[in-house]
C-alpha cells in the first residue's frame, strides 16, 4: 500500500473542521498541501445532508435584537445573505447550505474528501509525523503528514444501548441520528412510535410525529437522569434572549470559572463564590432562572408534564440546556394524550413490543406496541479512531481505561486539583443526588468501561510536550456557543502547530499537565448535571476561554471599548471578527523586527 505524504490532515468536516482547515491555510498560505478527511458524503458534521432530519432547527434565533447579527455564525463569514428570517430558528437545510458555502469561499471545500474515515493514526515519534490509515480491507489507503487535527466533536458516533431480545423485535430500532432515513416511511405508516431519553434529540423526534397526528409513547429510564432544561427562547422575568445572557459578562460571574484569571475579574468571582453573601446571590440568580423555565413551561398545570420536570439542578448543567424551537406547544401534545411519558426502564422486546419495569412498583408493568424505537441515547465521546503505540490515549489527553486506578479521583494530581477547585470554589462541594437509583446505560461496549475524561490542555492539545506540537484536538466539548469557539480555537490550534504559541514554549511539561488536569476535574464538579464528568461542558464560561485563548494568542481578549460595554453589553461573533488578521499582522510585524 503506498503511503501519501501530506503536511496537514484535518478529520471532520463540521463546524470546527471547516473552520481549523480554513484558518490553517489562512495564516500559512493556501499552498499548504492539507486535507481533510470526512467520513460521510456530504459536508456540515451534525448539519450534514443525512442527519438533517424533517424540522430540525438551530436553537440559536438569527437576529432576534439587530437584524443583521446572529449568534449561530462564523465571525468573518456572516449568514444574512442565506435568507434567514430575522427573529426566527435558522432551519437545517439553511445551516448547511451556509457551511457548505464557507468551504467553497475560504479554498477548502475543493480539499474534503468525503467517504474517507480515519481507521487508525499511529505516531512515529522518530520524525514526530502521524501514519494514517484511511478506510479498511484492501481498499485502505496512508497517509503520512506532519500535522494532524481531530475535529470530530463529541457527537459523531452514536450510542446505542443494547436491549434483551432486541433481535425478535422485528420493527426499525435506530439512534436519532438515522432519524432522517426512517422518518419518511414512519410518518407515512406508522399509527405508534417509542421514543427512548430525554434529550433534546428526544424532544425533536417527539415532536415531529406528534405534530402529525401519531401516537407516541415517551419512554425515560427511572434509573436515568430524567428530561434536559428545555427553555423558552427568552427567560427571567426582564425576557432576556438566553443566547445573549450567556455572553454577557455581567452575568458570567455568577458562575464559578476556573479559567478566569484570563478574563481579568477573578476579584469579582471570588466574592461572587468565595463569600457567603455571594454565594446568596448566585443561589438566588439560578433559583430564578429555573423557576422562572418551570414557570413557563408549566410543568406543574398537568399530571402528565409535572413528570416532565427536570431531576437536574439548573446550576450544575450546562450544554443540556437547550431551547424549545418549535412552532407549536409541544407540552399540548402531552396534556391532549397524543404522548404517553412513561418513567421506566425497558425491560425486553419481543415481536413489535417494548416491555417497560419500573424497580418502585414492580407489580406494575406495561406492555407498549409500537411501530419503532428511535434512541435518543447520546454519544460515544471518545474519538472512534484506534491510536498507535498501544495506550498512547492517556499521553494524548484522550478518554481511556485505567484499570489500576479505577477511580480517577484517587489519582494523586487529581487530588491536588480537587482540593483547589473546591478551595476558591466551595459551593461545587455541595453536590446534589440527581437520582438515587442512578445506573449507567449499557451499551456492550468498550465505552461502558471508560473511566477517564478528556484531559487536554486549553481544552486542545494533549497535556505533555512529547508529540511536540503534532497534533490537535478541535471540538472535544460542548458549549452553545460553537461558532466563535471553532473560530479562536482555530487560530490557537494554526498557532499551537506551528510552534508560535508562546506560551506552549514557556510552560513546562508539569505546568501543562497541571493545567490540563485542574481544568478537566472542573469539568466533574461544575457541570456533574451535564456531561462534566467525561468532557468539557459550559455555558456561562465561554467568555473567560475565548478570553484565555486570545490572551496565549497576543491578542486583546476583552474586545470592547469602555467597562460599561465589556461588562453589560452581551458578546457575540461580530466582537471576534478581526481576530484573525490581528494575530497574523502581530506575528508579522515580529518576523519583520
Given at each position: 500500500?503506498?503511503?501519501?505524504?501530506?503536511?496537514?490532515?484535518?478529520?471532520?468536516?463540521?463546524?470546527?473542521?471547516?473552520?481549523?482547515?480554513?484558518?490553517?491555510?489562512?495564516?500559512?498560505?493556501?499552498?499548504?498541501?492539507?486535507?481533510?478527511?470526512?467520513?460521510?458524503?456530504?459536508?456540515?458534521?451534525?448539519?450534514?445532508?443525512?442527519?438533517?432530519?424533517?424540522?430540525?432547527?438551530?436553537?440559536?434565533?438569527?437576529?432576534?435584537?439587530?437584524?443583521?447579527?446572529?449568534?449561530?455564525?462564523?465571525?468573518?463569514?456572516?449568514?444574512?445573505?442565506?435568507?434567514?428570517?430575522?427573529?426566527?430558528?435558522?432551519?437545517?437545510?439553511?445551516?448547511?447550505?451556509?457551511?457548505v458555502a464557507y468551504a467553497k469561499k475560504f479554498g477548502v471545500y475543493g480539499?474534503?474528501?468525503?467517504?474517507?474515515?480515519?481507521?487508525?493514526?499511529?505516531?512515529?515519534?522518530?520524525?514526530?509525523?502521524?501514519?494514517?490509515?484511511?478506510?479498511?480491507?484492501?481498499?485502505?489507503?496512508?497517509?503520512?503528514?506532519?500535522?494532524?487535527?481531530?475535529?470530530?466533536?463529541?457527537?459523531?458516533?452514536?450510542?446505542?444501548?443494547?436491549?434483551?431480545?432486541?433481535?425478535?423485535?422485528?420493527?426499525?430500532?435506530?439512534?436519532?441520528?438515522?432519524?432522517?432515513?426512517?422518518?419518511?416511511?414512519?410518518?407515512?405508516?406508522?399509527?405508534?412510535?417509542?421514543?427512548?431519553?430525554?434529550?433534546?434529540?428526544?424532544?425533536?423526534?417527539?415532536?415531529?410525529?406528534?405534530?402529525?397526528?401519531?401516537?407516541?409513547?415517551?419512554?425515560?429510564?427511572?434509573?436515568?437522569?430524567?428530561?434536559?432544561?428545555?427553555?423558552?427562547?427568552?427567560?427571567?422575568?426582564?425576557?432576556?434572549?438566553?443566547?445573549?445572557?450567556?455572553?454577557?459578562?455581567?452575568?458570567?460571574?455568577?458562575?464559578?470559572?476556573?479559567?478566569?484569571?484570563?478574563?481579568?475579574?477573578?476579584?469579582?468571582?471570588?466574592?461572587?463564590?468565595?463569600?457567603?453573601?455571594?454565594?446568596?446571590?448566585?443561589?438566588?440568580?439560578?433559583?430564578?432562572?429555573?423557576?422562572?423555565?418551570?414557570?413557563?413551561?408549566?410543568?406543574?398545570?398537568?399530571?402528565?408534564?409535572?413528570?416532565?420536570?427536570?431531576?437536574?439542578?439548573?446550576?450544575?448543567?450546562?450544554?443540556?440546556?437547550?431551547?424549545?424551537?418549535?412552532?407549536?406547544?409541544?407540552?399540548?401534545?402531552?396534556?391532549?394524550?397524543?404522548?404517553?411519558?412513561?418513567?421506566?426502564?425497558?425491560?425486553?422486546?419481543?415481536?413489535?413490543?417494548?416491555?417497560?419495569s419500573d424497580p418502585a412498583s414492580p407489580e406494575e408493568s406495561t406492555v407498549?406496541?409500537?411501530?419503532?424505537?428511535?434512541?435518543?441515547?447520546?454519544?460515544?465521546?471518545?474519538?472512534?479512531?484506534?491510536?498507535?503505540?498501544?495506550?498512547?490515549?492517556?499521553?494524548?489527553?484522550?478518554?481511556?481505561?485505567?484499570?489500576?486506578?479505577?477511580?480517577?479521583?484517587?489519582?494523586?494530581?487529581?487530588?491536588?486539583?480537587?482540593?483547589?477547585?473546591?478551595?476558591?470554589?466551595?459551593?461545587?462541594?455541595?453536590?446534589?443526588?440527581?437520582?438515587?437509583?442512578?445506573?449507567?446505560?449499557?451499551?456492550?461496549?468498550?465505552?461502558?468501561?471508560?473511566?477517564?475524561?478528556?484531559?487536554?490542555?486549553?481544552?486542545?492539545?494533549?497535556?505533555?510536550?512529547?508529540?511536540?506540537?503534532?497534533?490537535?484536538?478541535?471540538?472535544?466539548?460542548?458549549?452553545?456557543?460553537?461558532?466563535?469557539?471553532?473560530?479562536?480555537?482555530?487560530?490557537?490550534?494554526?498557532?499551537?502547530?506551528?510552534?508560535?504559541?508562546?506560551?506552549?514554549?514557556?510552560?513546562?511539561?508539569?505546568?501543562?499537565?497541571?493545567?490540563?488536569?485542574?481544568?478537566?476535574?472542573?469539568?466533574?464538579?461544575?457541570?456533574?448535571?451535564?456531561?462534566?464528568?467525561?468532557?468539557?461542558?459550559?455555558?456561562?464560561?465561554?467568555?473567560?476561554?475565548?478570553?484565555?485563548?486570545?490572551?496565549?494568542?497576543?491578542?486583546?481578549?476583552?474586545?470592547?471599548?469602555?467597562?460599561?460595554?465589556?461588562?453589560?453589553?452581551?458578546?457575540?461573533?461580530?466582537?471576534?471578527?478581526?481576530v484573525v488578521d490581528e494575530w497574523v499582522d502581530k506575528n508579522k510585524k515580529?518576523?519583520?523586527?
Open positions: 500500500m503506498a503511503t501519501e505524504k501530506v503536511d496537514v490532515v484535518v478529520v471532520g468536516a463540521g463546524w470546527y473542521g471547516l473552520c481549523v482547515a480554513k484558518t490553517y491555510l489562512q495564516v500559512n498560505g493556501p499552498e499548504t498541501n492539507l486535507v481533510v478527511l470526512e467520513e460521510a458524503a456530504t459536508a456540515g458534521g451534525v448539519w450534514a445532508k443525512h442527519r438533517l432530519y424533517p424540522g430540525l432547527k438551530s436553537n440559536n434565533q438569527y437576529g432576534l435584537y439587530d437584524p443583521n447579527l446572529g449568534t449561530y455564525e462564523y465571525p468573518d463569514f456572516p449568514m444574512k445573505p442565506f435568507n434567514v428570517t430575522p427573529g426566527t430558528h435558522i432551519p437545517g437545510d439553511t445551516i448547511h447550505e451556509y457551511l480539499k474534503i474528501r468525503f467517504g474517507s474515515k480515519m481507521t487508525t493514526a499511529e505516531y512515529k515519534s522518530a520524525d514526530n509525523q502521524w501514519l494514517l490509515t484511511v478506510g479498511e480491507g484492501p481498499a485502505a489507503k496512508s497517509l503520512l503528514t506532519d500535522k494532524l487535527v481531530l475535529a470530530t466533536g463529541v457527537t459523531s458516533e452514536p450510542f446505542l444501548p443494547v436491549f434483551k431480545e432486541e433481535g425478535a423485535f422485528d420493527r426499525p430500532l435506530f439512534h436519532a441520528k438515522d432519524l432522517l432515513h426512517h422518518s419518511d416511511e414512519l410518518l407515512k405508516n406508522a399509527k405508534s412510535v417509542t421514543v427512548f431519553g430525554g434529550s433534546k434529540s428526544a424532544w425533536d423526534a417527539v415532536y415531529l410525529f406528534a405534530s402529525n397526528g401519531i401516537k407516541v409513547d415517551w419512554v425515560v429510564r427511572s434509573k436515568g437522569s430524567g428530561f434536559c432544561w428545555m427553555s423558552p427562547p427568552k427567560v427571567t422575568p426582564a425576557k432576556k434572549w438566553i443566547e445573549k445572557l450567556i455572553t454577557t459578562r455581567f452575568l458570567t460571574w455568577f458562575s464559578p470559572c476556573i479559567w478566569d484569571e484570563a478574563d481579568g475579574y477573578a476579584g469579582v468571582r471570588n466574592f461572587m463564590h468565595g463569600t457567603m453573601l455571594g454565594r446568596g446571590i448566585v443561589n438566588t440568580f439560578f433559583g430564578i432562572l429555573g423557576g422562572d423555565v418551570a414557570t413557563l413551561n408549566g410543568y406543574d398545570n398537568h399530571p402528565e408534564t409535572k413528570k416532565m420536570k427536570p431531576l437536574t439542578n439548573p446550576f450544575f448543567i450546562a450544554s443540556t440546556l437547550s431551547i424549545l424551537n418549535y412552532p407549536t406547544d409541544i407540552f399540548e401534545y402531552v396534556r391532549n394524550g397524543t404522548v404517553t411519558i412513561h418513567i421506566k426502564d425497558i425491560e425486553h422486546l419481543s415481536p413489535g413490543q417494548i416491555h417497560l407498549l406496541s409500537t411501530d419503532a424505537l428511535i434512541c435518543s441515547t447520546g454519544w460515544k465521546y471518545k474519538p472512534h479512531v484506534k491510536f498507535l503505540p498501544e495506550g498512547i490515549e492517556k499521553d494524548l489527553g484522550l478518554p481511556y481505561v485505567n484499570r489500576e486506578i479505577p477511580d480517577y479521583a484517587d489519582e494523586e494530581l487529581t487530588k491536588k486539583a480537587d482540593a483547589e477547585i473546591l478551595k476558591k470554589y466551595p459551593r461545587l462541594a455541595d453536590q446534589p443526588v440527581v437520582n438515587p437509583n442512578y445506573q449507567p446505560l449499557q451499551g456492550g461496549s468498550e465505552h461502558d468501561e471508560l473511566n477517564r475524561p478528556f484531559r487536554l490542555w486549553r481544552l486542545i492539545a494533549p497535556p505533555t510536550k512529547q508529540f511536540r506540537n503534532s497534533i490537535a484536538f478541535c471540538g472535544a466539548l460542548m458549549n452553545l456557543d460553537t461558532s466563535i469557539t471553532a473560530h479562536i480555537q482555530s487560530l490557537w490550534t494554526a498557532a499551537y502547530l506551528t510552534n508560535q504559541l508562546q506560551p506552549a514554549e514557556e510552560k513546562s511539561e508539569e505546568d501543562i499537565e497541571w493545567e490540563a488536569t485542574l481544568w478537566s476535574r472542573f469539568g466533574r464538579w461544575r457541570t456533574s448535571g451535564g456531561y462534566g464528568r467525561r468532557y468539557p461542558d459550559f455555558v456561562f464560561d465561554s467568555v473567560a476561554y475565548f478570553s484565555h485563548l486570545l490572551r496565549d494568542l497576543g491578542v486583546e481578549p476583552l474586545r470592547k471599548q469602555g467597562l460599561y460595554n465589556r461588562v453589560f453589553n452581551p458578546y457575540g461573533p461580530e466582537d471576534y471578527v478581526t515580529v518576523v519583520d523586527a
